[in-house]
């Protein structure tokens, strides 16, 4: 993937990222007021130069062990039905907390401005993709899974417990046993696993709302 960003960046490669129109001369950037405090003061004690380039690798590192929390969530709303499908990706307890307060102005199928919450959102959650392959702090209990009150509740787990658990010391409870079991009390067991396929115990009145095979599993909901 790297070796191909580079190839479609032609020219400009590493060391130019960006297209030539967002360049800046040395001369134009000595006359600018940022550039000439920055890099180009008399006064020496106020020059970056290329300073930053030496904090660029451990800004990187630390942005990798925090990039759980930088997850974009979906919350998709079928307008006609009012039900949501909840995709947090791997988002821990901070982004829970972050949306939590949140409300948003949109129109409803009448295109009437309605205001939406954050509650609101999770108590119409119909098919929740439990974050972060059910790890142990990726799914909000009190502001979070417990807010979800509709009957048709099911979740998703992108989940390979046994390659979770094969990690030798530093091996991952995935998914994490108490989050597991609230999941199935909270969806009648309708909880659908990577590694496992459609729940045991799943109603046979309910079976005409998937189809698996042998690489994934297709989950109906009206809409």
């Not at 690798?57 to 998709?76: G, H």
């Not at 658990?165 to 046993?177: A, I, L, S, T, V």
């Not at 109603?203 to 005409?208: A, C, D, L, N, Q």
């Amino acid at each position: 993937m790297l070796h191909g960003s580079i190839r479609r960046l032609g020219r400009h490669d590493c060391g130019h990222p960006f297209d030539p129109s967002f360049e800046k001369s040395i001369d134009k950037a000595k006359e600018d007021g940022f550039f000439g405090d920055r890099y180009y003061s008399a006064e020496d004690w106020r020059q970056i130069e290329l300073d930053w380039l030496g904090t660029a690798e451990r800004l990187a590192l630390q942005l990798d062990s925090d990039t759980n929390n930088t997850s974009l969530v979906l919350a998709i709303e079928l307008i006609d039905s009012g039900r949501v499908l909840l995709f947090p990706g791997d988002a821990q307890v901070g982004n829970w907390l972050s949306w939590e307060p949140l409300t948003w102005s949109v129109k409803d199928r009448n295109d009437e401005p309605v205001k939406v919450t954050t509650h609101d959102l999770l108590a119409r959650t119909v098919l929740y993709k439990v974050g972060h392959h059910a790890s142990h702090n990726a799914t909000l209990r009190e502001k979070g899974l417990e807010l979800m009150k509709s009957a048709e509740l099911a979740a998703m787990i992108p989940v390979y417990e046994e390659q979770a658990h094969d990690q030798g010391k530093n091996g991952w409870e995935m998914p994490f046993p108490p989050l597991l079991q609230r999941l199935e009390e909270k969806t009648a067991k309708s909880v659908f696993r990577a590694d496992l396929g459609v729940p045991a115990g799943w109603p046979k009145e309910m079976s005409g709302k998937y189809k698996e095979t042998d690489d994934a599993i297709d989950y109906l909901i009206d809409m």
